[in-house]
């Protein structure tokens, strides 16, 4: 046997040993998210339920699934769900107006708390995702309140349904109240609803492969530490496409985000424009396209009145906060904001000065430049700032890296700082050179 063939040998052997126990695992955890929705969607497809009725299985199936999934501290959810709801009753006897900021600040406020003088680091990485997707929902109910799109105050069980439903209660993705409730009244039974589940399974597995056995091995700790750093970061984007796409499973097995005709509606992320980006605009768009709509309309158009530069400050600062009080979260999306605000204006003075379709978005196919999309010109701008976005991924997403204990206790300052240094704060130093140019253009 030459060396070519030992090697491939080892590698299958690599990748088949550590396959078999990770496809377990997440076929097991996708296994109890799948019985517990798709048991909620047979019961309201075949049994008529009154309106309450409907929430109120929502509510005791997302709470069981919560309890099986995380044990004790689902406790932690509900008391956040029963408080949130105690403080918007007591708030919108006083005020009718402010009833979203004081939600925020209550609930956010609530998050920090926890994480800093109540629970340990073990338990709060374990339920942090729970709560930050159980935030997003009460505060996107206390601002639609205040924005009069309810009849009337929801009852306990609307609340508690929408917050614990097993569709989006552990992965997410979050949805607005009339949407979820929506989704209680459609009735439909299709072969198509099952093929929608089994293609997103497969993927979710197949990028759940990709990060823990293939992404780490095919770059080895031997090659130069940009590789090394671009295959960390490449694991841990793998990591949440596995994510995002068993929350699909998840909801789709609810039968939420589907039409009658069953299909799909429900879009969370979009790999391509990550892997293969366009611009650092785009790929903060399509890394949660769930989370980017409910900062831009619950927290970047409600503070717009306050100015550009305040209502961009406020929504990079809340979703820092939802993430957590860790300054690893801090850092990564106060440098992604500071990089794609750069890349943003520097984009549009180079298409403005040269005519040249390279904006931070598209063109639409009626632009004013005189060299269009396919003109050399602009597929080499376009290449050159790809390539600079695929630089950046790897400087931010180095520090995610799969290490079990780190990811246990949570990413601490040092942490941050020495993977930056170790590259030498490159991407911070791209960035202040691209604005200079920007300022000199």
Not at 324 to 332: C, E, H, P, T, Y
Request: aromatic share 16%; proline share 4%; glycine share 4%.
């Amino acid at each position: 046997m030459d060396e070519d063939e030992e090697y491939t040998e080892t590698a299958w052997t690599y990748i088949a040993l550590c396959g078999e126990p990770t496809l377990y695992e997440g076929l097991r955890f996708a296994k109890d998210l799948i019985i517990a929705n798709v048991t909620l969607r047979l019961i309201i497809q075949f049994v008529p339920l009154p309106h309450n009725v409907r929430h109120s299985l929502s509510l005791v199936i997302g709470s069981f699934l919560l309890y099986h999934n995380i044990g004790p501290p689902f406790i932690w959810t509900v008391g956040l769900t029963t408080g949130a709801y105690v403080f918007m009753i007591f708030v919108s006897f006083i005020t009718k107006k402010w009833r979203g900021l004081l939600m925020c600040i209550s609930v956010i406020g609530f998050l920090l708390l926890c994480e800093l003088y109540v629970l340990n680091p073990k338990m709060w990485q374990q339920i942090r995702g729970i709560q930050m997707i159980a935030a997003m929902k009460i505060i996107s109910v206390a601002i639609e309140l205040d924005r009069d799109l309810f009849k009337r105050m929801l009852n306990p069980v609307e609340f508690g349904g929408y917050i614990l439903c097993p569709a989006n209660c552990i992965l997410g993705p979050w949805i607005s109240f009339h949407n979820y409730n929506q989704y209680l009244e459609v009735k439909f039974l299709s072969k198509r609803w099952i093929k929608i589940i089994v293609v997103n399974l497969f993927l979710s597995m197949v990028f759940l492969v990709l990060s823990n056995c293939i992404v780490p091995w095919y770059i080895d700790d031997e090659m130069p530490k940009w590789l090394i750093a671009y295959r960390d970061a490449q694991a841990f984007r793998m990591s949440h496409y596995f994510v995002s796409s068993l929350s699909i499973v998840s909801m789709i097995s609810a039968g939420f985000g589907l039409t009658n005709d069953c299909h799909s509606e429900v879009h969370v992320t979009k790999p391509f424009f990550i892997e293969l980006p366009r611009s650092l605009v785009q790929v903060v768009i399509y890394w949660n396209m769930p989370m980017h709509q409910w900062l831009k309309n619950y927290v970047f158009k409600t503070c717009q009145p306050y100015g550009q530069f305040t209502a961009i400050f406020i929504t990079y600062t809340v979703s820092s906060l939802l993430h957590g009080l860790n300054f690893q979260f801090s850092a990564v999306l106060l440098s992604i904001g500071t990089f794609s605000y750069v890349e943003y204006n520097l984009r549009y003075k180079v298409a403005s000065t040269l005519e040249v379709c390279c904006l931070a978005n598209p063109c639409n196919k009626q632009c004013d430049h005189k060299y269009k999309k396919n003109s050399m010109l602009a597929i080499f701008t376009n290449t050159i700032f790809s390539i600079i976005t695929i630089i950046h991924l790897a400087y931010l997403g180095v520090m995610f890296e799969a290490s079990f204990s780190v990811q246990e206790s949570g990413y601490s300052y040092f942490h941050t700082i020495s993977k930056w240094e170790n590259l030498n704060y490159f991407s911070h130093g791209l960035a202040a050179f691209l604005y200079v140019i920007y300022l000199l253009m």
